[in-house]
């Protein structure tokens, strides 16, 4: 299993900025995830990032939108930039450990754009 | 198309047994089975994941059918802190949630 952190854990943002969350794991991993949950809704992934290469993003989401850092094994950041309302959502990072594919999740950041 | 299918919602009560359901009729071979939850406010947690044999830990088992069709987690004694949606995902290298399984547990 792994340990995960993520900052901020709630932000009240105002719309047309852009807000930047941290992920941080207590263990190297290769695979890093970030989910998007909507109020009410289930989990959506955003993109997948590895260290060293650019992230994946699966479909309906760009990287303009979402820039995601992932500078070391340990670490990795998504930007939500330019925001409106239907931003407002828990953002959620998660971490691949195993050979089996099993994922360990942060506690989310929620987010509320006004 | 990673689609499973699971009821909406269940209910049991505490201490007993709990059969969860979800159907995978499309699974391909390499594609292992994996179940989370989430409770109320909280980041999802694994639970347990199995590829064709059945599968146990301290949490839940796993029954996974013969044809890989379909596959049944299972809480020996559902308490009311196993009260979560749960989610059976067929688990390619990404996970792709779908509505899953919300589990209400009475007193």
């Known amino acids: 299993s792994a340990v995960i952190s993520q900052k901020p854990s709630r932000d009240i943002c105002q719309r047309g900025t852009s807000l930047t969350i941290q992920c941080q794991v207590d263990?190297?991993?290769?695979?890093m995830f970030w989910y998007r949950q909507q109020p009410g809704q289930s989990l959506t992934l955003i993109a997948t990032?590895?260290?060293?290469?650019?992230?994946?993003?699966e479909s309906g989401f760009v990287i303009d939108k979402f820039p995601i850092s992932r500078p070391n094994l340990t670490f990795s950041t998504l930007t939500v930039s330019n925001m409106s309302p239907e931003d407002s959502s828990i953002y959620l990072c998660?971490?691949?450990?195993?050979?089996?594919?099993?994922?360990?999740f942060g506690p989310g950041t929620r987010l509320t754009v006004t | 198309d990673a689609k499973t299918t699971q009821p909406n919602s269940m209910e049991s009560n505490e201490e007993e047994p709990v059969h969860l359901p979800c159907n995978h009729s499309?699974?391909?071979?390499?594609?292992?089975i994996h179940w989370y939850r989430q409770l109320p406010s909280q980041g999802p947690e694994y639970v347990i994941h199995?590829?064709?044999s059945n599968v146990n830990n301290r949490m839940a088992s796993l029954a996974i059918a013969e044809d890989r069709k379909s596959s049944t987690l299972i809480l020996h004694r559902a308490t009311l802190r196993d009260a979560a949606v749960y989610y059976c995902?067929?688990?390619?290298?990404?996970?792709?949630f779908g509505q899953g399984t919300e589990l209400s547990v009475k007193p």
């Open positions: 998660s971490v691949e450990t195993g050979h089996s594919y099993e994922q360990y």
């Open positions: 263990s190297q991993v290769t695979m």
């Open positions: 990032a590895n260290q060293g290469s650019e992230a994946t993003y």
């Open positions: 499309t699974i391909s071979g390499t594609d292992y």
């Open positions: 199995g590829l064709t």
């Open positions: 995902i067929r688990n390619r290298g990404k996970l792709i």
